[in-house]
């Protein structure tokens, strides 16, 4: 009997702590948490928004040895110097544009291989950007945003910890009554479901940035300092090719690709060490049933096959390592898996959100931080659809647009000292904005106004609108009349 | 791979069933419920099975697991009650319990920042040493290091963070880190290998 009540004290003390640290880490990170679940959910689509930025760019998905040579030699025209690595993008189902590019610039082409427009995304860029690393310096921010996921693995075992019943009451969802027993609900269900996928982003995310100080110090101990070896052991080096200067033969490398794996997809080829002895081509291709990136096949000038990396038949390590960013961004399998990481990377961010919302009604007083918390959860959608306006219609640069929208909302928010008024203010706007995006969209681009692509996104853009519009509007805490559930 | 995409439906049968047997069996202790758990789990597993069999096993688990996710949500969403708003709830004032445990939040956060950049910087070098006795490719090494590393990153600071005695959770931290950290050092003046 004793040692029952002793167990239980033990596990009532460690669900006490686990929700303690789970509190603490949550309310560290969340902020950040939501910026890039938010921005992440979108940068699923950042194939899609690029081409919806520079709807007049020609899209195809024929072409041949000729075009991309022509590209190039094009390319050589317009650059100063010839570039050390010279890329040929090419056209695919999710971006069906073809695009030469190397040391910094590139351009579009047209389907004869001519050159046309230089890429203009330069919102797509700004969401990429503030996603990848919050448009602090690179590697810093890149360090952030990754901790970011190392301590949503915290917060996912704290999680677990910390509501022994998540399990149980997996399937119990109690709408209405009282709002921090709904925002609880929500949080446990959408996190308990999501379990898997959240595993998924956390440590694919954490992988990017980290690995960063994790080779620093590796390559400093066991290589010398030198990070393209510890590399090299990872994805394998270059194949070592000296051979007299002569004219590629990409028609060559495309029939020693057939022959070789006539089931990859190529996606991009470049020409490395471009114009020198040491010159040799490499296709990236995708397979069909593999998350691998890529795997990289190599030829020589004349087009004969020296080879693969091994990406997706090496080293098991190789293979899963190169297959994190599709893993991450969805990027596999069709649209309708873009569509499955949309609606999951929302229910994350509804979790950051609804978290923070929790702790904000537990607490029991209601001052700035609840003012500042909304203009951040609305603030920063109305920025983005503001931000896009300013780009793609306006052509203003869109991040300091979406930084003094931001800080507009802020201060809305905190003169207002009315969250409930200000969230349906700025849902508001929000959906007005992108009415009004879409609006001045089909009318700037009015010759691509029937395209499957402008008819999806101004979609989108007004089903959104209208689920901003129409939401039911309550009050995120209540003051008056804070609860605590019994259950949880 | 098996052609053709008739497996996907089957696929998708067994992963709905999964939830729903879930939903019933979580509910009660009987062995009835105890057997409905163990078949969904088993749906689970067959459902990925039949999606692997048609588009290969990386896509087939990822997908069947992220598939499942979202059926899952949506089974809880069907059930979903609505509450009336007048339904009974403890209730309580400003001075209610903390959700941050008994010490303050100013302590917590200090805590978390204090564990967090530490466990950072330990369980990286951690993370190197360990890797470092796998019998495995050198390559495979360094990878599973980066996967190490923020898993054990996070849960340190879980760790340090849910402790009572913070002090004595850093010391073990830095301790670790430590050792990590000599084992790296002879190791780069070659008094060691590892």
């Known amino acids: 009997m004793n040692s029952k009540i002793t167990q239980r004290s033990k596990d009532q003390g460690l669900v006490k702590q686990s929700l303690s640290a789970h509190s603490v880490i949550g309310l560290t990170v969340g902020a950040l948490m939501y910026l890039i679940c938010l921005t992440g959910t979108l940068a699923v689509f950042m194939k899609t928004f690029e081409r919806w930025e520079q709807p007049e760019v020609a899209e195809f998905l024929h072409y041949d040895a000729v075009t991309v040579k022509t590209a190039w030699q094009a390319f050589i025209e317009n650059a100063e110097e010839p570039p050390h690595s010279l890329y040929a993008i090419l056209p695919t189902d999710d971006m069906p544009r073809m695009q030469v590019s190397g040391d910094g610039k590139s351009w579009y082409l047209q389907a004869d291989g001519s050159i046309g427009d230089q890429p203009r995304h330069e919102w797509s860029e700004m969401l990429e950007e503030l996603h990848i690393n919050l448009h602090l310096p690179t590697t810093i921010g890149l360090v952030i945003v990754s901790a970011c996921g190392a301590m949503l693995l915290a917060l996912i075992v704290s999680g677990i910890f910390s509501h022994p019943r998540i399990f149980k009451d997996a399937f119990k969802l109690r709408l209405g009554g ?87 997809s190529a996606f ?204 039911p509007n309550r009050q995120v805490t209540n003051n008056r009349d804070l609860e605590i559930p019994v259950e949880n | 791979m098996v052609e053709g995409k008739f497996l996907l439906l089957p696929a998708l049968t067994l992963l709905s069933a999964s939830a729903v047997l879930l939903r019933k069996g979580w509910r009660g202790k009987q062995w009835q419920h105890r057997v409905m758990v163990v078949a969904a789990w088993l749906c689970l597993v067959a459902g990925a099975a039949c999606w692997s069999a048609v588009e290969g096993a990386e896509f087939g688990i990822t997908l069947s697991l992220v598939v499942w996710s979202l059926l899952g949500c949506l089974v809880v969403a069907l059930g979903a009650k609505w509450r009336p708003a007048n339904e009974r709830t403890k209730t309580r004032g400003a001075n209610g319990p903390s959700a941050l445990g008994d010490t303050g939040l100013g302590q917590k956060t200090l805590t978390f920042f204090v564990a967090g950049p530490l466990a ?75």
């Open chain 1, 178 to 264: 009282n709002r921090h027993l709904e925002q609880a609900d929500i949080h446990n269900r959408l996190s308990v479901w999501g379990l898997p996928f959240h595993i998924m982003i956390a440590l694919t995310g954490a992988f990017f940035g980290l690995v960063g100080p994790l080779v620093f110090v590796a390559a400093t101990v066991f290589y010398d300092g030198d990070r393209g070896a510890l590399f090299d052991d990872v994805y394998g080096g270059d194949p070592v090719v000296d051979a007299p200067l002569q004219n590629l033969n990409v028609q060559g490398a495309f029939d020693s690709l057939a022959e070789v794996a006539p089931e990859a």
């Open chain 1, 268 to 471: 991009y080829i470049v020409a490395q060490n471009f114009g020198q002895r040491d010159q040799f081509m490499e296709i990236a291709a995708t397979l069909p049933g593999r998350l691998s990136y890529s795997e990289m096949y190599r030829f020589a000038a004349d087009g004969s096959y020296l080879g693969n990396q091994g990406l997706t038949n090496g080293d098991a390590a190789r293979q899963w390592v190169y297959s994190v960013y599709r893993i991450h961004f969805g990027w596999f399998g069709g649209q309708w898996v873009k569509v499955v990481y949309l609606l999951l990377g929302f229910a994350m961010t509804v979790i950051s959100v609804s978290g923070i919302n929790i702790w904000l009604a537990r607490r029991g007083t209601k001052d700035w931080i609840n003012d500042s918390w909304c203009g951040l959860v609305w603030g920063v959608p109305l920025s983005l659809s503001v931000s896009a306006f300013s780009s793609v219609i306006l052509n203003v640069v869109p991040l300091p647009i979406l930084l003094i929208t931001l800080l507009c909302s802020q201060m809305y928010c905190l003169f207002a000292k009315d969250e409930k008024q200000a969230a349906i203010f700025l849902k508001k706007t929000t959906a007005f904005s992108l009415c009004i995006l879409s609006l001045a969209y089909v009318i700037v681009y009015a010759e691509q106004r029937a395209t499957p692509l402008t008819l999806g996104m101004v979609g989108a853009f007004i089903t959104t609108a209208l689920i901003l519009w129409v939401q």
């Open chain 2, 120 to 194: 950072m910087v330990c369980t990286a070098l951690v993370s190197i040493v360990l890797v470092r006795l796998l019998p495995t490719s050198v390559g495979g090494q360094w990878v599973v290091a980066a996967f190490l590393f923020p898993t054990l990153w996070g849960i340190t600071a879980f760790w340090v963070c849910a402790s009572l005695r913070f002090r004595r959770e850093a010391l073990i931290v830095t301790s670790g880190g430590l050792v990590s950290g000599v084992c790296l050092l002879l190791s780069f003046f070659s008094y060691v290998s590892i």
